[in-house]
């Protein structure tokens, strides 16, 4: 069964860090890009990251860009999320996505892991 | 990153057709045919509905179509039915090489 599983999200206070998981299973993980993608409480989706399927290339949101770090460990399937430095409006459901075909869409979704950033 | 602009709601009758807009500019729409469409319907994952403009992956109605023109990429649902229900996104591949959605268009059957 073709999967993707988030984990690690939780509540955090603002300025701390938290690390999130995203473990693929039932596809060859290796080929394929990974996006992540969150979406506020009662807000629309917004992309976060990307990885490429060989770790080559990265690229983030603005809102995101020096606090976030994406890497991936094709040897485990597992695509991480580091999130530093968080702030109130990176609360959100975070979930990690498949890219398609390299054209940026996204077939395969997890179920997603929710970050609450509150002090 | 502006994102990119759809309408916040549509509506139509069971059987009717409705199309959904979807907004860029010259950076995303415009440049790439790397526009998708997304259902979500709440407590759910968003489910792809369309991808490269106008591309159905396996499994999903024929009652789906997309298309473009310029800066602007559209949905187009036919034949409503009930279970369409649901919000709609849209999101396109930028020059900076990053991805942008719509703000979402919430659709109601009547």
């Known amino acids: 069964q073709v999967q993707l599983v988030e984990s690690g999200g939780g509540v955090v206070q603002p300025g701390r860090s938290l690390r999130l998981s995203c473990a693929a299973s039932?596809?060859?993980?290796?080929?394929?890009?990974i996006h992540w993608v969150r979406q506020a409480p009662d807000k629309g989706l917004e992309w976060v990251t990307v990885?490429?399927?060989?770790?080559?290339?990265?690229y983030y949101a603005d809102s995101v860009k020096g606090r976030f770090t994406i890497s991936r460990d094709n040897s485990q399937n597992t695509v991480y999320l580091q999130m530093n430095s968080l702030r109130a409006e990176d609360t959100a459901l975070y979930y990690c996505a498949r890219d398609h075909s390299g054209g940026d869409a996204f077939d395969i979704w997890g179920q997603g892991t929710m970050v609450t950033v509150s002090s | 990153q502006s994102a990119l602009t759809q309408p916040a709601s549509v509506s139509g009758s069971p059987g009717q057709s409705i199309t959904i807009s979807c907004t860029g500019t010259s950076s995303d729409v415009g440049r790439y045919n790397y526009i998708s469409w997304y259902q979500w319907h709440p407590g759910k994952a968003p489910k792809l509905m369309i991808y490269d403009v106008s591309n159905r992956p396996s499994g999903v109605s024929n009652r789906f179509s997309g298309s473009k023109s310029g800066n602007t990429a559209s949905l187009t649902i036919s034949g409503l039915q009930t279970e369409d229900e649901a919000d709609y996104y849209c999101s396109s591949y930028t020059s900076s090489s990053t991805v942008v959605f719509g703000g979402g268009t919430k659709l109601t059957v009547l």
């Open positions: 990885i490429w399927y060989d770790g080559s290339n990265k």
């Open positions: 039932g596809f060859s993980f290796s080929t394929y890009t």
